[in-house]
């Protein structure tokens, strides 16, 4: 499998540092609203490469933290008149709801800044005791970023450009820093605002340190891939080798993967300029399955621009998909021969080559584009060759191809069931039966059984009523 790596400009063969395992850390979203899409395509294109990583064999450990302290945050908090972690922890939840419906499966682990605050200050401490870092009069912990030689490997940046435009970039309180460049690894609170106790003043760490800390204690000094949205290649990445390898001295990631921007109206999707679509707004609209398609309709480090035809193109796509998987379980149902019949292994041998197709696709980069190429194909292929003569051998492996391959895209490609009028009554009846006989837990399973199902149970005066979500 080839990786395209950011620190070298290069793809590369993937050789992980031991044999069989993956650590992969992906920078996840600071939680102060709901998420976008321009930030749920990391999570998929990443949940992706995950999943393919698996397919062949690695254990990954996955891990993605929520940032869940910030500027941001606490002005949330502060309109709202409640405390940040409020504001953090609701829209952690309502995040996790996006992830679970894109099919972006949680991460093995996924820390909190607040959580990791003593590691953030050991590492500050070690820092500051082999001279990369300063305390300024005021308590604030400062980076000093030329003391890092390889400062700008992986954005490619030469320190001399980057310190002529910095110095338009001060702003008070600045003035502290021994050289513009120096960055924030722990600052004094204002008021008002959470804060932890340190060796330095009382305040909160500035937002690189968290990913360097929680990417050491979770996986390890050294780590296979450490990946996140383009835009974060430089300060932020750049800023976490910088910490990582100065605290650790030896190399923090072996591959670095970054996405290309969601954009609209080919501008970047972003919070700021106010040009988004919550995943909420496109659940309102689409499957989420959908949009997860459209996402992986475009390689992964390619600009991808947003618009209703292309969210229209990956809804009738995916829908070929299903259509052609709702066919092949149609004649499984009504074959007459078992086994397979004459040609049949032939034509399970050409229909593997779609398979081989697709791994192709996916070792060139993760190339979705191509991988979703050579699903059309076999689903051509399944529509052509499949009849009511075909034997449920051949049905079966077809179909079994079919949802493996799908599956490693996160793509749900069989029809939910829906239930029946007659099945959902008599759920409710047990529910009320357990609530009767004090078995709460008992009813609460039930209720939560059918929201998976899609139904949602309202209790009204009148009685229990149900509708189709
Ligand atoms: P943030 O909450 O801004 O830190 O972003 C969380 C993740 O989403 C990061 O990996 C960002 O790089 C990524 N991201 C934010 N906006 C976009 C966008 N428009 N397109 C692609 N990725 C994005
Ligand atoms: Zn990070």
């Known amino acids: 499998m080839k990786i395209y790596n950011t620190l070298t400009g290069r ?5 992980p540092i031991e044999p069989g395992k993956v650590r992969m850390y992906v920078c996840g979203p600071t939680v102060y609203n709901l998420i976008h899409i321009g930030n749920a395509r990391p999570m998929i294109v990443f949940d992706t490469a995950r999943r ?4 062949k064999g690695y ?6 933290n929520f940032t869940d302290v910030d500027d941001k945050i606490i002005k949330k908090a502060i309109e ?18 996006d992830m679970a419906a894109m099919n972006v499966r949680p991460a093995t682990t996924h820390p909190l800044a607040t959580e990791e605050i003593c590691g953030m200050l050991e590492m500050i401490r070690t820092l500051i005791d082999k001279g990369h870092a300063y305390v300024a009069a005021d308590g604030t912990v400062y980076f000093r970023t030329r003391s890092f030689r390889e400062y700008g490997k992986l954005s490619h940046k030469n320190l001399d450009d980057l310190r002529g435009g910095s110095r338009s970039l001060l702003v008070s309180g600045e003035d502290q820093k021994e050289d513009p460049l120096d960055f924030v690894l722990w600052k004094p609170k204002k008021e008002g605002e959470p804060y932890w106790d340190s060796d330095w003043c009382e305040g909160r760490p500035g937002w690189h340190i968290e990913c360097s800390v929680m990417s050491r204690k979770y996986l390890g000094e050294e780590i296979d891939i450490h990946a996140g949205g383009e835009d974060l290649i430089f300060p932020h990445h750049e800023n976490e080798i910088a910490q990582s390898e100065s605290a650790n001295g030896r190399t923090f990631a072996r591959y670095w993967m970054h996405n290309g921007f969601l954009n609209i109206d080919h501008k970047k999707m972003s919070k700021s ?9 496109i659940a309102e609209k689409y499957d989420l399955q959908v949009l997860r398609f459209f996402m992986l309709s475009a390689h992964y480090r390619s600009p991808l621009n947003f618009s209703a035809d292309l969210m229209e193109s990956a809804a009738s796509g995916l829908e070929r998909i299903v259509t052609s998987v709702e066919n092949l379980k149609f004649l499984l149902g009504g074959a007459k021969e078992e086994n397979l019949r004459a040609g049949e292994e032939e034509l399970l041998k050409e229909a593997d080559g779609f398979r081989v197709e697709f791994e192709e696709a996916m070792d060139d980069d993760i190339n979705t584009a191509d991988a979703v190429s050579a699903l059309f194909e076999l689903v051509k292929f399944a529509n052509t060759k499949a009849d009511a003569g075909s034997s449920a051998a051949f049905l079966s492996a077809l179909l079994s191809q079919l949802r ?3 599956d490693v895209l996160g793509l749900i490609v069989d029809k939910k069931e829906e239930m029946l009028d007659a099945d959902i009554e008599a759920m409710i009846a047990a529910r009320q039966a357990a609530r009767k006989a004090k078995d709460f837990a008992k ?10 199902k899609g139904i949602v149970l309202e209790d009204t005066r009148e009685g229990v009523k149900w509708k189709r979500a």
């Open 59 to 64: 254990e990954v450990n996955y891990v993605s």
């Open 80 to 97: 709202e008149g409640v405390e940040a972690s409020v504001i953090s922890r609701r829209y952690i939840e309502e995040c996790k709801k």
């Open 52 to 55: 393919y990583m698996e397919y």
């Open 273 to 281: 300029l106010g040009n988004f679509f919550t995943v909420r707004d």
């Open 404 to 406: 493996t391959l799908a």
């Open 443 to 452: 009813a609460d399973a039930i209720r939560s059984e059918l929201l998976e």
């Open 11 to 15: 793809k590369e063969e993937f050789v």
